[in-house]
């Protein structure tokens, strides 16, 4: 699966009179002219923008993260690309493994656009029970399942042009066959968006079962081996936010923290639709028998028709869903940090958009109702270098964190944690800034309660009107008296978990000159800073 495999089917594609590029009616994307990356064109890791803690391709497009799967030692990370240019188009799976969830390996792509359409989202498992018969030598095959989406049936109006396919690895995720009998789902027929197969095995009823997003609602269906299909039921259309098309579902069970009960968590993500514009995840929480999803009583009232619960608040992650067969019951998520509102025009060179960090998730209940919890992975720490701790102070003046950290040649790999108490008269937050006066600023507004992450002034926001009209806002959800911040930012972006992963805001910026100088700084009123922590963070890519 080499370069020029790559290119002979590109080559192939456009004889077939595939549209390069251009994503058509049923797809948010962008229609933007495509920008070719050069053949001879290889990541140093070490171009302007490029996340030193975060996977990005090496060269050319992706969006969604694809197929996450824990099989032989590995977590597999495929991710939506188009590696001949930066901008969406006939999508392949890429690929990348890691060890330890920080760490990545990039490798060959995994899945090509074949003559059924582009590779659209999907998920992987490992089929230990061997039930598609695609295992060999006794062990089990990978099995990933996705949405082909035909460009060329697209034109024909019948809206029948989405379909789900498969294909099996039997070498660690390194070389896929696509399955001959694909489609394995074909399209019902005039439904229009019917994709991203989230595949989970349903042990109390010992069934495969995929969730599919399907325009305004999602589908369940089962299958004994993988192929043949029968439709369990669907939900949503009358809960939860409806501002975009349904896309890229997850669904799990999880055990409510501190007790014995276990609920069943659907992911959704929608286009657009989020609270600070665009993209955005959004769940539910609620039961599963193997048939029909019901939400929980008291969760139906926190999302009603119109409301959504946010998995994350800030503006840049889309398509979060869960590693399949992660070790030890956790619960892993990964998300694309970009937004279908600018993710095509974003300034980057040979490759565009970048994955969210890692994240642990976990379900808990409070008086308000349950609610899910993200944190970063705790593999992360190992990226530390050099720490500081913040002593208790009043925050009368600004705390030059450059300074305390021995001020670094760049602040762009930096983790931060801190406390401050709720009732704090104005705002406390992180500036991240540059010689040109270029500032990113996120924090919390204790006035307003509520947490912010402004980027309007912090750089380069030219190439969309969508990208940074305003500060992005989040509710404070927690209500213990201290609001804790736990922050990362990495050269273009800014990752918050505030009060223990209750409220998260992922943004991305591009400032015309890497940041420099970090402080933290108090406004409108006194507020007192708890305690804290700085770290220096080494880079994935050295
Ligand atoms: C979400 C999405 C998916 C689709 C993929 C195409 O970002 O639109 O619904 O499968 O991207 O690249």
Redesign the pocket.
Known sequence: MTKQNNLLKMALLMALGLQLAA?GGS???AMTEPEPVSPTATATYTEPHRPQFHHSPPIGWT??PNGMVYFDGEYHLFY?HYPDSTV?GP?HWGHAVSKDLVHWENLPIALFPDSLG?I???SAVVDTKNSTGFGKNGQPPLVAMF?L?DMKREKDGTNSHESQGIAYSNDRGRTWTMYEGNPVMPNPGGVK?I??PKLIWHEATKQWVVTL?VGDHIEFWAAPDLKKWTKLSEFGKTYGGHGG?W??PDLFPMTVAGTSETKWVLIV?I?PGGPNGG?VGQYFVGDFDGKTYTLDPSFAKQVPLGTGAWMDWGKDN??AVTWSDAPDGRRLLIG?MSN?EYANKVPTGIWRNAMTLVRSMSLAKNAKGYYLVAEPVQEQQALRTMFVGLEKMELTAPVDLTAKLGAPTTLSEMELEFELPKDAAGSVGVELSNAKGETYRIGYDAKAKQFFSDRTKSGDSSFSEKFAPKASTAPRFADGNTVKMHLFFDVASAELFADGGSTVMTEIFFPTEDFTQAKLFAEGGKATLTGGKVHQLKGIWE
């Open positions: 994503c797809e948010p994307n969006n969604d939506q969406w999508m582009y659209f989202s999907g949405t989406h968006d994709r991203d997003a098309v896309e890229c993500n286009n993209s889309y398509a694309w279908w």
